[in-house]
């Protein structure tokens, strides 16, 4: 009679790899869950309009007074290094930016040094974005040539920020911009560049930035003109530097930033509402005006709870990894 | 000197003309040139670019010196020499650097090119990449003549009146491109999430103080959570005060991270020097000193 054969043993290594196998396969899983959470974390809140309270920090307080100290209808220069890949950021702290200097009637000059995208990406906003805006409230829309103009893309920051700290003059001498005849024009006979003749007559220069193209930027014109800088969570801490030593005048770090501006936009710093409350209090600061009742609230508003959310559920993958390995290593030493 | 000529004007295009012949003859002169020639002539355009620079940087610089104002000595007349020529050497650097894009779409067209009409592996993603290109330069500048030079220009500014080709290149630029960047580094989320699971463990005791001090500065930035905290020590004045979340967190950020970021640029700074005086003199071994 034939005894039944022993089913073939598996080796040490077989073992081992199935091991693996299933390792590999639970964290497929549970990566999966985390990612399905993401997802829903990501895009719940955006469907919902939450208040969640906010206090401006001392760095976008000083943005924002910096901001609005700037005279009404004069000429800023703006370095936007930004596009979509971090709209969530820099395109809510370019909207709040804009929208306040248009309320304060002034003239942007804007180029990029970072990303020949750039400067299309900024003037999509304005005339897609802002101008409907405006246009819908009843309010003048920003003109290309008369309001704004665009210096376009120059790929050699370092050269290019010395000249202009040099000579701005001659630093864009033979920049051509199409005026409201539709001819290319000198760009210095534009009404926004018109009356600047060197960096020091700027009252102001705004860099929005994904990347760290902030230091060329402060490394020349630093001291020679007022800078404030609207960066990304990601860039935050490389700017704070600068920030700390004074070498920047205001700052606005990721979404937070930009909901600490829109919260300013609407309730000013230390300044009495509509009702006769002060909406932002901050302790020996002048009173600064806000622009209550208007568009003020944009991304950072929409955003600010989701960051809340993606947080929470960062901080909770961190906890529930560490208990995972604890748990593991209970198993092992038993 | 005024290099500015009127738009449309025939000496504009004979000056970008004879510009561009001469770029080509210096081009030409360079590379048939011995390999022994060539060195010295890079060698001292780098040194005197470089000292320009390095002049403006370190020469007095002239008080309150307007464009019309004449220098009242010889110190002042090389400071606004300078300045001028700084002005210049910036234009000339940025149509230098200007060319590396020429250079990397040659580049680009050169290498997929080749694999399209050899039909190598993943011939058909070169074949994506080229059309794409070709679309959106064909439609950019397209858009740009019709929005800026076309005879309805001015209508073209209010995108109700938009023709196809101003649609075309929307969506080319701002519906295609743009969500495609848009969405490659929302992924970076996913990765963040899953490296926060998977490899942020409380290891060590560094491992325990970076996690805390991350927790903190990630929980400052949630507006809710910070109020409800801060409520907790709001009184003002009061050593208790000191432990608000955002007072906690401006403490990590001023004491610890800015000082490290400080070091640590302070550091890559003096290395910069260190190389850009090597590359200034001449000294590195590769390029063209090699």
Known sequence: MDTPQDPTPISAEEVQLLEVKRIEKQAHRTRMILFGLLILASSLPLFLTLNVPNKPTQATVDLYSTIMAVPDGS????????????????????????????????????????????PKVAMDEIVLTLNPERKLKGEREYKAWDDYISLGFFPNAEGETASMAANLRSAWNGKKYINDSGEPEDVFQSPVLSKVQSITSVPLVVIITATSSFNVLIERLSGKVPIVALVTGVMGPETNVYYSSKQIQGLATGMKGVYDLETMMEDGINSPGPNGKVGFQWENHPPVKGFPGETNYGRGKLYFPTLHIDMA?????????????????????? | MNFSYPSGSSTLYLALAVTVIFGFLIMFGMMSMPARWRRPVVVTCTFISGLIYVAYYLWPKPQSFGPRDIPLNWSEWVGSQLADTIGVAGTISTALTTFLLGLGIYSLVRIHG?????????????????????????FGYWSYYQTKFGPDASKL?????????????????????????????????????????????????????????????????????????????????????NFQLTEIARWIRDTFQTPGIRALEFGIGLGALAMGLRLWLSLEKGGVSA
């Open chain 2, 114 to 138: 080749r694999k399209l009409i050899r039909m190598q592996k993943d011939w058909a993603f070169s074949l994506v990449l080229l059309i794409s290109m070709l679309a959106i330069v064909i």
């Open chain 1, 313 to 334: 559920l960062l901080i909770l993958a961190v906890i529930f990894g560490n208990v995972g390995m604890f748990m593991a290593k209970k198993r092992g030493n038993r």
């Open chain 1, 75 to 118: 000429t800023i220069l703006l370095q936007t290094d930004w596009t979509t890949s971090t709209r969530g950021e820099s395109g809510g702290e370019f909207e709040g930016l804009m929208r306040v200097l248009m309320r304060k009637n002034c003239k942007v000059a804007l180029y990029s040094m970072s990303d020949a995208q750039a």
């Open chain 2, 157 to 241: 500014q209010d995108a109700a009146n938009w023709t196809w080709v101003n649609y075309t290149n929307d969506f080319l630029f701002d519906g295609l491109l743009q969500q495609m960047e848009g969405a490659m580094f929302s992924v970076i989320a996913f990765y963040i999430l899953s490296a926060a699971y998977r490899a942020f463990r409380i290891r060590s005791v560094e491992a325990t103080i970076l996690l805390a001090s991350a927790l903190i500065m990630m929980l400052s930035l949630m507006g809710a959570v910070e109020f409800l905290w801060n409520s907790k020590f709001d009184h003002s004045g009061a050593f208790v005060a």
